[in-house]
């Protein structure tokens, strides 16, 4: 029964993330993500996991506004994001403080 609530809850956090993609809505005042380079063009060496994390804002802050508890689904999806938030955080400061692969330390 616990793989099966893991499950709804991993589905429900990957409905937060694609609902408001597909669905054209940009959130009140947070920039759009970046596309096609932009934030490459800028100097910075984690678009993907910057707008990863922008994502996982924008999800939190739309279940955090949902009129319904779904069940239990709908707090255990906040749950996860936090989570996934912690582990974005987690590898940014892991490239932070370890030598790329295959060459020395990068100065930052």
Known sequence: MRGLSTMAAGGALIVALWAPAVGGQQSQGQPPAPQGGQMERRGERHPHLRAAMHALMNAERQLSQAAH???????KAMELI???????????????????????????
């Open 82 to 108: 936090k989570q996934a938030q912690e582990e974005l955080k987690d590898g940014l400061e892991y490239d932070r403080t370890h030598e790329p692969e295959g060459g020395p330390p990068v100065k930052r």
């Open 69 to 75: 508890d779904y069940g239990g689904h709908r707090v």
